[in-house]
């Protein structure tokens, strides 16, 4: 019941969605009817031509028939014209595609049930495409039920995108299983990029949302300036049109309508391929070769072409892609990435970018008159590949300039630092202080060949020093068995007297160069040709002696 419940109510949502722009559409025509033509035209051609501009709206061309009398009243050939229109007013379709994305990802926190909600929009938006496709008949020339699947299509494409989006942000049971699942299927190919796939996803992800983005505001810019630079031919343009106020209202809210399709024209004409308004027309920044065209104000801010100077507008767009590059080069996943990984990165974010421009310029190209009004707009694939490879060239010569600061820095920091993977990696903070403490005692400490009293050695504080307690003195009574250890501690830097009845050695060390303790245990002194010691001497060296000669 749950499942059931959720679609039911995603229908009656798609319903309503459907119902916002048909009357966003509707409003305007009932007025032009009820002022313009004093409700003399018959209400099913209104209702009919309402339904058209939503099917238009929704991707789905329309068409009129001039009769030959309204023909040669228009100054045109005393002939039956067919007038195509599918040019989409793409501030609505932007509008209804927001809304389902909005209804996707509000469904998608519903668990398991919020995916009959796809069900549910998809029916709801069906069933009002139906209705309105039934009374848009006779403007169109594609059948029932072409004018029910593609409607319902951009509905329901848009509410998956925000299901699928949502799920991938709370990271849902399903999307994390279909994660794993790829991970698996990747491990058998290469297992470290099975288990770096998440980030360098959603690195990839997030660097084509942030190109998409910059291309929207360039061709936003580009049509603001454009406007600026072309006023006074849009003002002789409205001008000449000799419109009311009613009138110059409702060809204003149009226009309006038709925005977005006047960003997606700038996109084009920055990456280099232009734009076409008519057969035989091309718009670049290279050159402007226009026909005659309809007398829209908005068509007086189509850009000269500059020239020499036209190179310029695609190297924007390499210039934006760099800045991108840069900016996400120096986030850990970049750094830690392989040269071969660096690239791939950026590369598919730029293809990514390129196939949602090439999609965008087919929603904005299509016919606006009979003739050759019938083709106008960007060219798909030109624009889209030409976006993919200066974005491409672009972020990709950002984030190995990127990289290349990164190897300059670390070939300055000190050889003890550079296996701190945190410092390198810049997840830790620099130590600055560090580095310059280290420079400063690696350039003031020099080597002294000789330590003496006077030295700075000799200078600390001797308060710092930690003060050694004498040792007791031996009792009495213990003296013999303790005096060696004494004396060695006393006398071991005494020169040693010279033993009687043995001759110093003519080739051996000086006496003063020999060491008590090697002399004492030295076995020259156990040898037999050596003179019985001295048992009863007070001289320990004599003792020890006597005792390795008894073997003791």
Same mark, same amino acid.
């Given at each position: 019941?749950?499942?059931?419940?959720?679609?039911?109510?995603?229908?009656?949502?798609?319903?309503?969605?459907?119902?916002?722009?048909?009357?966003?559409?509707?409003?305007?025509?009932?007025?032009?009817?009820?002022?313009?033509?004093?409700?003399?035209?018959?209400?099913?051609?209104? %209702?009919?031509?309402?339904?058209?501009?939503?099917?238009?709206?929704?991707?789905?061309?329309?068409?009129?028939?001039?009769?030959?009398?309204?023909?040669?009243?228009?100054?045109?050939?005393?002939?039956?014209?067919?007038?195509?229109?599918?040019?989409?007013?793409?501030?609505?379709?932007?509008?209804?595609?927001?809304?389902?994305?909005?209804?996707?990802?509000?469904?998608?926190?519903?668990?398991?049930?919020?995916?009959?909600?796809?069900?549910?929009? %998809?029916?709801?938006?069906?069933?009002?495409?139906?209705?309105?496709?039934?009374?848009?008949?006779?403007?169109?020339?594609?059948?029932?039920?072409?004018?029910?699947?593609?409607?319902?299509?951009?509905?329901?494409?848009?509410?998956?995108?925000?299901?699928?989006?949502? %799920?991938?942000?709370?990271?849902?049971?399903?999307?994390?299983?279909?994660?794993?699942?790829?991970?698996?299927?990747?491990?058998?190919?290469?297992?470290?990029?099975?288990?770096?796939?998440?980030?360098? %996803?959603?690195?990839?992800?997030?660097?084509?949302?942030?190109?998409?983005?910059?291309?929207?505001?360039?061709?936003?810019?580009?049509?603001?300036?454009?406007?600026?630079?072309?006023?006074?031919?849009?003002?002789?343009?409205?001008?000449?049109?000799?419109?009311?106020?009613?009138?110059?209202?409702?060809?204003?809210?149009?226009?309006?309508?038709?925005?977005?399709?006047?960003?997606?024209?700038?996109?084009?004409?920055?990456?280099?391929?232009?734009?076409?308004?008519?057969?035989?027309?091309?718009?670049?920044?290279?050159?402007?070769?226009?026909?005659?065209?309809?007398?829209?104000?908005?068509?007086?801010?189509?850009?000269?072409?500059?020239?020499?100077?036209?190179?310029?507008?695609?190297?924007?767009?390499?210039?934006?892609?760099?800045? +991108?590059?840069?900016?996400?080069?120096?986030?850990?996943?970049?750094?830690?990435?392989?040269?071969?990984?660096?690239?791939?990165?950026?590369?598919?974010?730029?293809?990514?970018?390129?196939?949602?421009?090439?999609?965008?310029?087919?929603?904005?190209?299509?016919?606006?008159?009979?003739?050759?009004?019938?083709?106008?707009?960007?060219?798909?694939?030109?624009?889209?590949?030409?976006?993919?490879?200066?974005?491409?060239?672009?972020?990709?010569?950002?984030?190995?300039?990127?990289?290349?600061?990164?190897?300059?820095?670390?070939?300055?920091?000190?050889?003890?630092?550079?296996? !701190?993977?945190?410092?390198?990696?810049?997840?830790?903070?620099?130590?600055?202080?560090?580095?310059?403490?280290?420079?400063?005692?690696?350039?003031?400490?020099?080597?002294?060949?000789?330590?003496?009293? !006077?030295?700075? +050695?000799?200078?600390?504080?001797?308060?710092?020093?930690?003060?050694?307690?004498?040792?007791?003195?031996?009792?009495?009574?213990?003296?013999?068995?303790?005096?060696?250890?004494?004396?060695?501690?006393? !006398?071991?830097?005494?020169?040693?007297?010279?033993?009687?009845?043995?001759?110093?050695?003519?080739?051996?060390?000086?006496?003063?160069?020999?060491?008590?303790? +090697?002399?004492?245990?030295?076995?020259?002194?156990?040898?037999?040709?050596?003179?019985?010691?001295?048992?009863?001497?007070?001289?320990?060296?004599?003792?020890?002696?006597?005792?390795?000669?008894?073997?003791?």
């Amino acid at each position: 019941m749950r499942a059931l419940l959720t679609a039911v109510i995603a229908a009656i949502e798609a319903a309503a969605v459907a119902l916002a722009v048909f009357a966003l559409i509707g409003i305007p025509a009932v007025l032009v009817w009820w002022l313009n033509f004093d409700l003399g035209a018959e209400p099913e051609a209104l %209702a009919a031509a309402i339904a058209a501009l939503w099917q238009m709206t929704h991707l789905v061309p329309m068409q009129l028939t001039v009769s030959a009398q309204t023909a040669l009243g228009l100054g045109l050939p005393a002939a039956e014209i067919a007038m195509p229109f599918s040019l989409a007013p793409l501030a609505l379709t932007l509008g209804t595609a927001l809304l389902a994305y909005r209804s996707g990802s509000r469904f998608a926190n519903r668990g398991g049930a919020g995916s009959w909600a796809l069900v549910g929009g %998809a029916a709801g938006f069906a069933v009002a495409a139906w209705l309105t496709g039934v009374l848009a008949a006779s403007l169109t020339t594609w059948p029932q039920w072409a004018r029910v699947v593609v409607p319902a299509a951009v509905y329901s494409i848009s509410m998956v995108f925000g299901f699928v989006l949502r %799920a991938a942000r709370d990271s849902h049971d399903w999307w994390q299983a279909s994660v794993r699942t790829l991970q698996q299927l990747l491990a058998r190919v290469t297992p470290n990029a099975a288990a770096a796939l998440p980030g360098r %996803a959603a690195e990839m992800f997030r660097l084509a949302a942030a190109g998409l983005l910059s291309l929207l505001m360039l061709g936003s810019l580009g049509f603001g300036v454009a406007i600026l630079a072309g006023y006074i031919d849009i003002i002789t343009l409205s001008q000449g049109l000799q419109l009311d106020a009613f009138g110059a209202f409702l060809l204003f809210f149009v226009q309006l309508l038709f925005l977005p399709t006047a960003w997606v024209w700038s996109i084009s004409w920055f990456a280099g391929s232009g734009f076409a308004v008519g057969a035989a027309t091309s718009v670049t920044p290279f050159d402007t070769l226009l026909g005659p065209l309809p007398a829209l104000p908005i068509f007086g801010a189509i850009p000269s072409s500059w020239g020499w100077a036209g190179g310029l507008a695609p190297v924007i767009v390499v210039a934006i892609g760099t800045v +991108l590059g840069g900016m996400t080069g120096g986030r850990p996943i970049m750094r830690r990435a392989t040269p071969l990984v660096s690239v791939a990165i950026p590369v598919c974010a730029a293809v990514l970018v390129g196939l949602v421009t090439a999609i965008f310029c087919m929603l904005a190209s299509g016919a606006i008159g009979p003739g050759r009004l019938a083709a106008t707009g960007p060219g798909w694939w030109q624009t889209g590949g030409l976006i993919a490879l200066e974005f491409a060239f672009g972020m990709s010569l950002g984030v190995f300039a990127r990289r290349f600061d990164v190897a300059r820095l670390r070939s300055m920091v000190p050889p003890g630092l550079r296996a !701190d993977d945190d410092f390198m990696r810049g997840e830790g903070d620099p130590l600055p202080e560090a580095l310059l403490a280290d420079e400063q005692e690696t350039a003031t400490i020099e080597p002294l060949d000789v330590v003496s009293a !006077d030295s700075d +050695l000799a200078r600390f504080d001797k308060s710092d020093k930690p003060e050694l307690e004498p040792e007791p003195e031996p009792e009495p009574e213990a003296a013999a068995d303790s005096a060696p250890e004494i004396e060695v501690a006393v !006398d071991s830097a005494a020169e040693p007297e010279p033993e009687p009845g043995v001759e110093p050695d003519a080739e051996s060390e000086p006496a003063e160069a020999v060491d008590p303790l +090697l002399q004492a245990f030295s076995w020259d002194a156990t040898t037999p040709s050596a003179p019985a010691p001295d048992l009863g001497g007070r001289d320990w060296r004599s003792r020890m002696r006597s005792k390795l000669g008894r073997d003791e």
